[in-house]
């Protein structure tokens, strides 16, 4: 299991890569492009390959986390369009980054209903990977399920991924956070979790774990990220991710939130601590 967090990129890729080595990280995410805006971005095809090969020597997972302000479920004509050109030019830049994934949140129905919702998301995924040939995967992350966010359940989850025409380039990235205050697992029933995983064939595409406590309550909704150990759901139980031999191939990235990135090597260390 590797184990890392999430890093800024704003100094460039193979600077991220080269501060997640120094924090102990053997897997890091970082935003394709400024996660508030969704203005294009121009890729620097030097430093992308610099830090792709720098990643590769060390043995270090890399994960993209594509901007928040996308909607795949939008109504809106135009933001369904910038939904689709922004999110294929942050698989462009992942894929340049030898990323495993770019993280996309799922959609909001907006009012429309859950069916409107799932549909419209279907169909702007498959404009999205129409043309797409690259390796890094669309990854869908479950949501807590604020205001009108679909995806909260892994079940879900696999029918939308099943619903694509071009399923092998969507894969998933699980928020242990988010499915807490979603209401999907608790300590007592992480092993049915990790069984419907299996079951649903979730498991055989799930790419990474974002590895967050949550400082909301479980089945409150609220996606609000705590440090391991200081939130709702506790140490012991965000552990048994770490312990599960079925989760042993994934990266774990953690999104807590921290005052300096340099926090993230003594979070960093506790994981390994907590993993025994
Ligand atoms: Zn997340
Ligand atoms: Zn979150």
């Known amino acids: 299991m590797k184990i890392g967090c999430h890093i800024s990129v704003a100094k460039g890729f193979y600077k991220a890569a080269k501060r997640a080595h120094e924090l102990g990280a053997d897997a890091f995410q970082v935003f394709t492009k400024n996660p508030r805006g969704l203005r294009p971005k121009k890729l620097n095809r030097a430093d992308a390959e610099k830090g792709k090969q720098y990643c590769g020597e060390q043995g270090i997972t890399l994960v993209c986390h594509t901007p928040y302000i996308t909607n795949l479920s939008t109504p809106k004509p135009d933001l369904h369009e910038v939904t689709i050109r922004s999110i294929k030019e942050d698989l462009a830049i992942a894929d340049a980054y030898g990323a495993a994934g770019a993280v996309v949140h799922c959609g909001k129905h907006v009012g429309e209903g ?7 998301m279907v169909e702007t995924l498959n404009l999205i ?13 479950n949501t807590a399920g604020q205001g009108s966010e679909l995806g909260l359940s ?31 697992w608790t300590e007592e029933t992480f092993t049915d979790l ?9 498991l055989e595409n799930l790419v990474a774990i974002h590895f967050n406590d949550s400082k909301a309550p479980w089945g409150s909704r609220k996606d609000r990220h705590e440090k ?16 599960e031999p079925r989760f042993k191939r994934l990266p774990v990235v953690l999104e807590t939130p921290v005052e300096d990135e340099q926090e993230y090597a003594e979070e960093i260390r506790y994981l390994h601590e907590l993993k025994g």
């Open 114 to 120: 859950e069916e409107y919702g799932r549909r419209r």
């Open 129 to 141: 990977l129409d043309e797409y040939e690259g390796n890094t995967k669309l990854l869908l992350e």
């Open 154 to 184: 892994i079940r879900e989850l696999v029918e939308i991924r099943e619903a694509v025409n071009k399923p092998e380039k969507v894969g998933f990235c699980f928020d242990t956070c988010h499915a807490f205050a979603a209401g999907i």
């Open 194 to 202: 990790v069984d419907e995983m299996e079951e649903t064939k979730y």
């Open 228 to 243: 391991i150990g200081k939130g709702e759901i506790g140490a012991q139980a965000l552990s048994l991710f770490l312990r």
